[in-house]
């Protein structure tokens, strides 16, 4: 297996290196010392090189790495020593809290590479938004990335109407996705139905990602001068794979 190791952040070409096959972690292998793969941490100058276009690619191509199980061995020690004195992530994750989603795993980052923020649902909030002017104002993250898995426990919830406690609130998030979504869908629109779930959450992360531009106009503004990109996509639990909606 050919691991892949992200070496230099002076551009795309060089954030993406294939390393020698020789690095390669072979399954229920132990590697030595000496095979253990040294990628440095974010500086400003790095972040600054980059646009919110390139950073895109580097999660696309992050994901088909975990996708591929081409993982590099990271020697995670060093990086906490350096990222102990400052932070520059490329990219701002919202994600749901589901634990079968480990986001820095799945677009193959490490420590110092991404804010994540996550929620059940996926669902935007002022303190969210918040964090997110934050990432991007400022400690110059270049891109928002609001991430909807596939069956969604917190979406099916949303369908079915639970109602406890303070999930109540949290799910009323969520019901402009199920209103939209029977709007659109054609077929059995209940929680047992997989495609009616999986319509649920698209339209649940469209929605999040306009609520994020009608309720910020410090990251709309920074959109509409190309300083950074809002997108969004849905992680497959089988597969593992992101697939990015289009973006403008």
Request: proline residues 3%; negative net charge; glycine residues 8%.
């Amino acid at each position: 297996m050919k691991a892949i190791a992200l070496i230099g952040l002076l551009s795309v070409s060089a954030l993406i290196s294939t390393a020698s096959a020789d690095t390669a972690k072979p399954k229920g292998e132990f590697v030595p010392e000496t095979e253990i793969i040294t990628s440095t941490i974010l500086t400003q100058a790095d972040q600054s090189k980059l646009t919110p276009e390139a950073v895109l690619e580097i999660l696309k191509q992050g994901n088909a790495e975990y996708i591929d199980d081409s993982l590099t061995v990271r020697n995670n020690s060093e990086r906490v020593r350096e990222a102990a004195l400052g932070q520059y992530p490329m990219a701002v994750v919202l994600s749901c809290l589901d634990s079968r989603v480990p986001v820095e795993d799945v677009f193959h980052r490490g420590i110092g590479d991404l804010f994540v923020a996550r929620v059940a649902g996926n669902i935007v909030n002022v303190d969210i938004i918040g964090s997110m002017e934050f990432a991007c104002k400022v400690s110059g993250s270049k891109l928002v990335v609001v991430l909807g898995h596939e069956n969604c426990g917190a979406v099916r919830a949303a369908i079915q109407g639970v109602e406890l406690g303070n999930i109540t609130e949290l799910l009323a998030k969520i019901q402009p996705a199920v209103k939209e979504a029977a709007g659109h869908f054609h077929g059995d629109a209940t929680a047992s139905n997989p495609a009616f779930v999986e319509a649920v959450c698209d339209d649940n992360v469209l929605i999040a990602m306009q609520q994020i531009r009608e309720q910020s106009p410090i990251l709309k503004g920074m959109e509409d001068n190309g300083e950074i990109m809002i997108v969004g996509g849905v992680y497959d639990l089988k597969t593992g794979k992101v697939e990015f909606f289009d973006h403008k």
